[in-house]
């Protein structure tokens, strides 16, 4: 006779929500800080936005878990993505004889 295995889940609490996003929030800044350096790109002065912040009481956590895993997906995408344009950026000036300009920005008021 087979035996029949059922899997069951427990419900995910918000500790399990905030462990989740804070593992996945630091494999991005991981990521993206490795590039950095991998790209002699200058660190951003501010909060690159590596995912979503911890969650307070009362959130569905199995939706806030689910939705970290798309989130935490988008941001790696979009830093591969600026990661590819920047390494484009620096190919075309390379190949046009150009140094990159480091752009500088004034505030109007």
Same mark, same amino acid.
């Given at each position: 006779?087979?035996?029949?295995?059922i /899997?069951i889940?427990a419900e995910?609490?918000r500790e399990?929500?905030n462990r989740? $996003?804070?593992? /996945? /929030?630091?494999?991005?800044?991981?990521y993206?800080l490795e590039?950095?350096?991998?790209?002699?790109?200058?660190t951003?002065?501010?909060?690159?936005?590596f995912?979503l912040?911890?969650i307070?009481?009362g959130?569905?956590?199995r939706?806030?878990?689910n $939705?970290s895993?798309?989130?935490?997906a988008?941001?790696s995408?979009?830093w591969r993505?600026?990661?590819?344009v920047?390494?484009l /950026?620096r190919?075309?000036?390379?190949?046009?004889?150009?140094? $990159?300009?480091d752009?500088?920005?004034?505030?109007?008021?």
């Open positions: 006779m087979e035996k029949k295995v /899997r889940e995910p609490t399990d929500a989740i $996003i804070a593992e /996945r /929030r630091e494999a991005v800044r991981a993206v590039k950095l350096k991998e790209t002699k790109t200058a951003p002065a501010s909060d690159l936005l995912g912040f911890p307070q009481e959130n569905p956590y939706e806030i878990v $939705i895993a798309y989130v935490s988008a941001m995408e979009a993505l600026f990661f590819e920047e390494h /950026r190919e075309l000036a390379e190949l046009k004889g150009r140094e $990159i300009e752009v500088k920005c004034t505030v109007v008021e």
